[in-house]
């Protein structure tokens, strides 16, 4: 059986937070931001992807991360990116299961961090096809 939501979001939370953070962000109720209220906690942080898993356990699907395209991983064009929420929008979600129009926004992905990725993917190509080489090498020299 699912836990309601705000006792679900409360049990994850004492998973991460010290009871004095936890007791301040109760304290604020529906109107405390589950992301916002919970950044300035210096020994964890409450990240998007647990808020996304914990609406998913009420039935919330979350969106598609990319607009489909075959090269979406290679050179994507946009990013997808989530608003901070309240606690009474998040449970008001996990009751109607409808993401509000402003839940989101598609920001674009600049050239810079673009080259950045094909550069690190470059270089993990190169990385793997050195290490098989390598190993294809002792492999010939250990069978003669």
């Given at each position: 059986?699912?836990?309601?939501?705000?006792?679900?979001?409360?049990?994850?939370?004492?998973?991460?937070?010290?009871?004095?953070?936890?007791?301040?962000?109760?304290?604020?109720?529906?109107?405390?931001?589950?992301?916002?209220?919970?950044?300035?906690?210096?020994?964890?942080d409450?990240?998007?992807?647990?808020?996304?898993?914990?609406?998913?356990?009420?039935g919330?699907?979350?969106?598609?991360?990319?607009?489909?395209?075959?090269?979406?991983?290679?050179?994507?064009?946009?990013?997808?990116?989530?608003?901070?929420?309240?606690?009474?929008?998040l449970?008001?979600?996990?009751?109607?299961?409808?993401?509000?129009?402003?839940?989101?926004?598609?920001?674009?992905?600049?050239?810079?961090?673009?080259?950045?990725?094909?550069?690190?993917?470059l270089?993990?190509?190169?990385?793997?096809?050195?290490?098989?080489?390598?190993?294809?090498?002792?492999?010939?020299?250990?069978?003669?």
């Amino acid at each position: 059986m699912v836990k309601p939501f705000e006792k679900g979001l409360h049990a994850m939370l004492e998973t991460r937070l010290s009871p004095d953070a936890l007791e301040r962000f109760k304290a604020r109720g529906d109107d405390a931001w589950v992301i916002g209220d919970l950044d300035d906690d210096t020994k964890t942080d409450f990240y998007i992807d647990d808020m996304l898993l914990l609406l998913k356990l009420h039935g919330v699907m979350p969106l598609a991360e990319q607009k489909v395209s075959p090269f979406w991983w290679l050179w994507p064009d946009s990013c997808l990116v989530y608003r901070d929420f309240t606690v009474g929008e998040l449970k008001a979600l996990a009751q109607s299961k409808v993401w509000p129009a402003d839940a989101y926004t598609y920001e674009p992905i600049g050239l810079g961090q673009k080259i950045a990725s094909l550069s690190v993917m470059l270089i993990l190509a190169a990385l793997m096809v050195g290490i098989v080489a390598l190993l294809g090498f002792w492999l010939v020299r250990w069978l003669h």
